[in-house]
């Protein structure tokens, strides 16, 4: 069972019994809940497209552990083309579902993983690869839904986490025990947690000598004892919640972005599912990979998706408006289409720069400055078409009033009367209510920060360009002396 339909992955949603709660209340059906069921029907979606034979090459993968075909979110990248693909997969879900992959995160650390165990057994003799590459079996055998969580709650900012008043701030390690380990702490803004059957969670930061109880990477099953998902809420939830049609809303069946804060209150974790425990050294590098890796794939790909059904929108809605031949409507879609383009370049060239890290492993990483100008390029641009359209798309995206109101005898008639464009006034309000969705809504901060603040990505783009190198090669065109002083 490599490969698993839709309704195959629901039916194993059902048999969880996840701690769930949304808005002071406790969610017992998430089939019942209309926030949660856009989780699953979202993570179903990935699902739906790996068995659709148009999407296949883009969707799956041949393990190089269980020699199947599986779904591309549990595959370790062992090629250039890989990287392609996964990079394929980020954009075509993310115009599939117009919200979260919510099975990206998961593959993304398993990548990071992959190498980093591998690297820590050639130096330390430890098992640790050994371990995860059972473990991912079971996750491919069974195509489980995997998330990933990263972002620990971090407290006091200006304290580490071995000073913090409260350790439980950050993920820790509570107890060792002879048959696994005990865990406390939290991980904020969870991407589809809920929905998934397995979440995988590693370190969120950098660690030093004395932090190794924070040193820690493991998996656990969705609904262990002890884990507590405290749902995000916002003006969005509280529609989707009050819609009596899932029409009315911009992004009916999948809605936007669904996080959860993710409270591990003592939970045992048996040593077959940890992947660190202590081995602070380690954790540069595995916070380096990880964000290389999402940055291309969260940070870029996906995000240009998103782009995809912003621009078309915009272009519907001047073309429902009669504006499509006008000649500053015309360049600034052509600008929105532009800075989506040049994250895709980003994106592409990151995946066709990538190389094999470490050395041996047979795991291959994108190139880090591509995949960190993808996400500041995409992080910056998008707020920029998210202008543009908004421009385009006039006063009506904030102010239109409900589309219930084309049903209501009493307003029906001066709706079809005042919004009929060259359409139907229902057609214009559907299209405006989309975009609402994108430009009045969560995707400006999600982009932002998603796959890391732009200031992340600052800091790794200059640490990585070669500014001597450049000097170097205007100062030899210039023909300026080696042996002058520049002082």
């Known amino acids: 069972m490599a490969i698993k339909s839709a309704e195959e992955y629901v039916e194993s949603v059902k048999n969880q019994d996840p701690k769930i709660h949304q808005g002071g209340k406790r969610i017992k059906d998430l089939f019942k809940n209309p926030t949660t069921k856009s989780v699953i029907d979202a993570t179903a979606k990935m699902y739906e497209l790996a068995m659709d034979p148009t999407f296949e090459a883009t969707m799956t993968a041949q393990s190089h552990l269980i020699d199947e075909k599986i779904n591309r979110s549990l595959h370790v990248n062992g090629s250039i083309a890989d990287l392609r693909k996964r990079a394929d997969m980020a954009q075509l879900t993310a115009q599939k579902v117009g919200t979260c992959n919510y099975r990206c995160v998961g593959c993304d650390a398993i990548n990071t993983m992959a190498s980093v165990t591998w690297e820590m057994d050639r130096d330390l003799s430890t098992d640790y690869n050994e371990r995860f590459n059972e473990y991912l079996k079971y996750l491919q055998k069974n195509d489980l839904a995997c998330s990933g969580a990263m972002t620990d709650a971090k407290g006091d900012r200006s304290k580490r986490p071995g000073g913090q008043e409260d350790p439980d701030v950050y993920v820790h390690v509570s107890e060792k025990r002879k048959d696994g380990i005990v865990v406390r702490g939290a991980k904020v803004n969870q991407s589809g947690a809920i929905a998934a059957n397995e979440t995988f ?121 009669g504006l499509s031949k006008v000649a500053h409507v015309r360049e600034k879609i052509t600008d929105m289409i532009a800075i989506s383009e040049t994250a895709r370049a980003c994106t592409l060239a ?20 591509f995949g960190n100008v993808a996400k500041l390029n995409i992080a910056n641009g998008f707020w920029e078409m998210m202008k543009i359209a908004g421009d385009l798309a006039g006063g009506l995206v904030v102010t239109m009033p409900s589309e219930r109101e084309l049903k209501n005898p009493e307003t029906m008639e001066y709706m079809e009367k005042f919004f009929k464009t060259t359409v139907p006034a229902e057609k214009r309000l559907r299209i405006t209510k989309f975009l609402q969705h994108w430009i009045a809504g969560q995707h400006g901060p999600g982009t932002w920060h998603g796959a890391g603040p732009v200031q992340a990505q600052r800091v790794m783009v200059a640490r990585l360009a070669n500014l001597e190198e450049k000097k170097d090669m205007a100062k030899e065109l210039a023909g300026l002396n080696e042996d002058e002083s520049d002082n």
């Open 350 to 369: 990151s995946a066709v720069e990538g190389t094999e890290e470490p050395e041996g492993s047979g795991v291959f990483l994108p190139d880090d400055m």
């Open 201 to 321: 969670v590693i370190p969120g930061q950098a660690l030093r000598e004395g932090e190794e109880e924070f040193a820690v990477a493991f998996a656990v099953p969705n609904g262990a004892k002890g884990i507590t998902y405290i749902c995000q809420y916002t003006p969005y939830t509280a529609e989707r919640n009050m819609a009596e049609d899932i029409h009315e809303l911009g992004n009916p069946v999948y809605g936007q972005r669904e996080t959860a804060l993710m409270v591990f209150d003592d939970v045992f974790v048996p040593w077959e599912r940890v992947f660190m425990c202590g081995e602070v050294k380690y954790t540069r590098q595995l916070v380096a990979r990880f964000a290389k890796i999402h940055r291309m794939n969260c940070g870029g790909a996906c995000k240009v998706g998103f782009a995809d059904l912003l621009i078309g929108a915009t272009q519907l809605l001047v073309e429902y408006a």
